[in-house]
C-alpha cells in the first residue's frame, strides 16, 4: 500500500538533491510471497533495470527542470550565507565547485535560460532573508 506514494516522495528527494531519476520499481515483499508476486517483482526490477543501462548508456545528462534549479539556488544561497552555521555543509559545496561565480546546476547539464533567472532571483531572495534573519538575531 502506498508504493506509488512512496516512490513519488522519493523521486521529489532524488531530484531536490541533484539525481536524475531513470527508473523506479516498486516492490511488495509481504511474508512469503506468492511465485505470482515473485515473477512481478522480478518483471519490475528487470524493467529498471533496463532503463538504468539505458540511461547509463547514453551518457547525457537530463535538462533539470524549474524546480530542480530553484532548489538548487535557494540551498546554494543556504550553504553559502551559513556558513558558520553549517560549515560542512558550506566546505563541501565550495568543494564541488557549486558556490563558484556562474554555477547554473549541480551538473553541466543546460539549464533552461528562464529556469536560471527565476533561480537566480531566488537565491538573491534567499540570501536576502537570511541576512536579514543573523542581523535580527545579533
Known amino acids: 500500500m502506498g508504493e506509488k506514494d512512496v516512490l513519488d516522495y522519493l523521486d521529489t528527494v532524488a531530484d531536490i538533491w541533484g539525481f536524475d531519476v531513470v527508473a523506479r520499481a516498486g516492490l511488495v515483499t509481504q511474508p512469503g510471497p506468492t511465485p505470482g508476486l515473485a515473477r512481478e517483482n522480478e518483471r519490475k526490477l528487470d524493467r529498471a533495470a533496463r532503463s ?10 537530463r535538462r533539470p527542470g524549474l524546480r530542480s534549479v530553484v532548489v538548487f539556488h535557494a540551498q546554494r544561497a543556504s550553504f553559502d550565507e551559513l556558513a558558520d552555521v553549517a560549515p560542512a555543509d558550506h566546505a ?17 547539464a543546460a539549464v533552461n535560460p528562464l529556469y536560471d533567472i527565476v533561480g537566480r532571483v531566488v537565491e538573491w531572495n534567499t540570501r536576502r532573508r537570511i541576512r536579514r534573519d543573523l542581523a535580527a538575531m545579533r
Request: zero cysteines; glycine letters at 14%; aromatic letters at 26%.
Open 52 to 61: 538504468f543501462f539505458r540511461a547509463l548508456a547514453e551518457g547525457r545528462a
Open 92 to 108: 563541501y559545496w565550495k568543494e564541488l565547485g557549486w558556490l563558484n561565480p556562474g554555477v547554473r546546476y549541480y551538473t553541466g
